[in-house]
Nanobody, 125 residues
Framework: QVQLVESGGGLVQAGGSLRLSCAVSGWSFSTYAMGWFRRAPGKEREFVAAVTWSSSNTYYADSVKGRFTISRDNAKNTMYLQMNVLKPEDTAVYYC??????????????????WGRGTQVTVSS
C-alpha cells in the first residue's frame, strides 16, 4: 500500500525556518516525481515545488522561489522542503504528492497519483 506521511510542520515567527519531510513507502520511491502543495485558509490548494526522480530538475512557485528548497534522498525514501524567510502568507496545510508518469506537468495537481494527509505550517507576524 502506497503511503506518504508529512512531518515537520509547526508554529514559527515570520523570518524563521522550517524543514518539512515526506516519508514514503509502498513503492519504488526513486522512480517517482515528487511535489509539495499547500492550501491556505479559504483558498484552493496550490503548487509549491516539485522535483524529478533523479533530482535533475526542480520547479518552484514564484511566491517561494529563493526562499524554499526542495530535495529528496532516494536512499531514505524521503523528500524534504526547506523553508526559509517564512512569511505569514506561507501559513497553510502542506501536502506532499507522488506521480508515476514519465511525462506531464509537475506543477499541476492532476499529474500526481498519491497524496499525503498534510502538515500544518503557521507563520506568525
Amino acid at each position: 500500500q502506497v503511503q506518504l506521511v508529512e512531518s515537520g510542520g509547526g508554529l514559527v515567527q515570520a523570518g524563521g525556518s522550517l524543514r518539512l519531510s515526506c516519508a514514503v513507502s509502498g513503492w519504488s520511491f526513486s522512480t517517482y516525481a515528487m511535489g509539495w502543495f499547500r492550501r491556505a485558509p479559504g483558498k484552493e490548494r496550490e503548487f509549491v515545488a516539485a522535483v524529478t526522480w533523479s533530482s535533475s530538475n526542480t520547479y518552484y512557485a514564484d511566491s517561494v522561489k529563493g526562499r524554499f528548497t526542495i530535495s529528496r534522498d532516494n536512499a531514505k525514501n524521503t523528500m524534504y522542503l526547506q523553508m526559509n524567510v517564512l512569511k505569514p502568507e506561507d501559513t497553510a496545510v502542506y501536502y506532499c504528492a507522488a506521480g508515476r508518469s514519465a511525462v506531464g506537468n509537475l506543477r499541476g495537481q492532476s499529474y500526481y497519483d498519491y497524496w499525503g494527509r498534510g502538515t500544518q505550517v503557521t507563520v506568525s507576524s
